[in-house]
């Protein structure tokens, strides 16, 4: 195997299904130590059998900043260094502002937003130690907000914000911030949205083309982490072919 990947230490959220999943997959087949973090233990243990390399399964809500410290921290404890966070962890609560469960947007805020920003808090020192990687999954809603996608496409916006905020402050100390965003990919994501017209309008989208699959943004993460140390890929927008 020849990959920069090899032997380096990676957390993973949200790695019990879709992207996450398969991203953790594709690091360990690259020959990166995995920490696969999610709230569903019983996948992530599934997983952790289905990887080629070393892999731990970490329980984890990123909404819980004290369990994202407590989770960086099992990382380093058991593998000994912190070479790159994934930040994929996220919800997708589609629904239009007006009349809107404000609830569901508290979720997505405290999923996609201030989860991924506790989880590189909490990771930073490592990564800087190490001179490490953070990928940042946003969303093609993370450039162009859409009806019905309001508070979702706030949190991705929110993502990109904090990234460059946070490339400008860590690239000189050989840390990378790299944002991935793509387009639709099939997954669980949508089957999440209670608003059954929201839900049946995302169904149709997926069914009217050729979606992306996880493993097409996995790759898309390895070959960003794999780069020489001097390259920094600090932006991919990754749609499926058929998505206008
Ligand atoms: P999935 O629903 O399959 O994956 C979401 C993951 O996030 C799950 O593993 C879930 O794990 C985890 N998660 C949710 N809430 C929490 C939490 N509080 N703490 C920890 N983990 C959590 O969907 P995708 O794979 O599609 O989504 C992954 C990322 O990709 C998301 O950030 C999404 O916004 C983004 N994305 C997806 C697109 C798509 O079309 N599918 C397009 C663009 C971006 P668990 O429930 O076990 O905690």
Excluded at 179 to 185: I, L
Excluded at 218 to 242: C, G, S, Y
Aim: no cysteine; glycine share 8%; aromatic share 4%.
């Amino acid at each position: 195997m020849n990959s920069s990947l090899k032997d380096q230490v990676v957390l993973v959220t949200g790695a019990s299904s879709g992207i996450g999943r398969a991203t953790a997959l594709a690091l360990s087949r690259a020959g990166a130590k995995v920490v696969a973090a999610g709230r569903r233990l019983e996948q992530l243990n599934a997983l952790v059998e289905e990887a080629s390399g070393e892999m731990i399964a970490v329980e984890l809500d990123v909404t819980r900043a004290e369990a994202v410290n407590l989770a960086v921290a099992e990382a380093v404890t058991h593998f000994g260094r912190l070479d790159a966070l994934v930040n994929n962890a996220g919800v997708m609560l589609a629904g239009m502002i007006l009349d809107a469960d404000t609830e569901q947007w508290v979720r997505m805020v405290e999923t996609n937003l201030l989860g991924s920003m506790f989880a590189i808090h909490a990771a930073l020192p490592h990564l800087i130690e190490s001179r490490g990687a953070i990928v940042q999954v946003s969303s093609t809603s993370g450039r162009i907000a859409s009806a019905g996608s309001g508070a979702y496409a706030a949190t991705k916006f929110g993502i990109s914000a904090f990234a460059e905020s946070l490339r400008q402050e860590v690239t000189t100390l050989g840390v990378r911030v790299i944002v991935v965003e793509p387009g639709f990919v099939d997954t669980e994501l949508t089957t999440h949205i209670t608003d059954p017209v929201m839900r049946e309008a995302a169904a149709s989208i997926g069914d009217s083309m050729r979606t992306l699959q996880p493993q097409d943004i996995a790759e898309v993460v390895v070959f960003a982490l794999d780069q020489p140390e001097h390259v920094a890929v600090n932006e991919i927008l990754v749609r499926p072919t058929d998505q206008v």
